[in-house]
């Protein structure tokens, strides 16, 4: 029996959305990992900025949460 042609086109777009879906998933992984990479090295420059003025992280900790205060009660 011969093939249907619209089963093998059908075929090769599951094909292509597999080999999609696997360059996709890679990319994102990479993406994600940068993106770690990144909020891990700017959370020590944060630890590192509290702890040289502790007393000005304090009340810009302080403030923020004033605001997200007032921001949450209206």
């Known amino acids: 029996m011969a093939e249907d042609p619209r089963e093998a ?9 597999r080999e999609l879906s696997g360059k996709l998933g890679s990319k994102a992984q990479d993406s994600f990992a940068d993106m770690k990479e990144t909020v891990r090295q700017n959370m020590g420059d944060i630890e590192k900025q509290i702890r040289e003025k502790p007393v000005q992280a304090t009340l810009i900790a302080a403030g923020v949460g004033f605001l997200i205060g007032a921001l949450l009660t209206r």
């Open 9 to 17: 086109e059908i075929e090769e777009l599951r094909r292509q959305v």
